[in-house]
């Protein structure tokens, strides 16, 4: 597992450099609307990037960042302590320390992954719990092609695959650090360990099941990645 404590120094210097993160912030945010009292919740916010873009575009919103790690919440905090309503929170996607349907809009970038497999319904109860009804959720991750179980082939290939296209297209926009995380990360996205990479099929069944519509899932080039974006929001009746 990744030290991210002390990563946060380093986050936003490795990952703006690769313009596939950026591009994915700003589709992130096109799937907001503004609705009176604005409530948003950045699941993951690590240094503030999701929600400093959130604030940009809706500069009135009500803002909850929630991080596991201290030095991430406390980039955070010193970037958007004096944006407006914005707070930070410790917290993981299995424990959001907010009451129920205290949100609009839940975001969370590249955070899901890391949610155990026998963990996902549960994660994605919780995530319904701190939505209002008929709020959303915008989850944009790394998805792969192939479900099955470490050592599986055909997972492996799939996984291989997407890493090394991620790694790739890094080296050529000049994101050399990145592509190195992301060829460092590889043996524990094959694994399981730390890193639980699966198809938008499997977190779409979890969601279901946790009351949510799957309204759209968007695909980010280039395609060879598997970076998607799932949409999706709360029975109004939940």
Avoid at 118 to 133: F, N, S, T, Y
Wanted: net charge negative.
């Amino acid at each position: 597992m990744a030290d991210w404590d002390t990563f946060s120094n380093d986050y936003d210097r490795i990952f703006k450099e690769n313009p596939l993160y950026l591009d994915t912030i700003a589709r992130i945010v096109e799937h907001l609307d503004e609705r009176p009292g604005m409530t948003v919740l950045d699941l993951g916010c690590g240094t503030g990037n999701v929600s400093e873009a959130v604030l940009t575009r809706f500069p009135g919103a009500r803002l909850r960042g929630v991080d596991p790690s201290e030095g991430m919440r406390k980039q955070y905090a010193k970037r958007l302590g004096a944006a407006g309503d914005v707070e930070v929170k410790i917290g993981d996607a299995l424990g959001i320390p907010c009451d129920r349907d205290s949100f609009d809009f839940l975001v969370t970038q590249l955070a899901l992954h890391h949610v155990l497999p026998e963990d996902r319904g549960r994660c994605a109860a919780e995530l319904a719990r701190v939505l209002k009804p008929g709020g959303r959720l915008v989850y944009a991750d790394m998805f792969t092609d192939v479900d099955g179980e470490p050592f599986d082939p055909e997972r492996t290939r799939d996984i291989i695959n997407k890493m090394m296209a991620a790694a790739l297209f890094c080296l050529d926009h000049g994101a050399y650090e990145m592509m190195q995380i992301m060829l460092a990360t590889l043996p524990r996205d094959l694994s399981n360990e730390g890193e639980y990479m699966t198809t938008e099929a499997v977190w779409r069944e979890a969601l279901e099941g946790a009351g949510f519509e799957v309204l759209e899932v968007e695909t980010v080039p280039p395609v060879e990645i598997g970076m998607r974006i799932i949409v999706a929001d709360m029975c109004k009746s939940a």
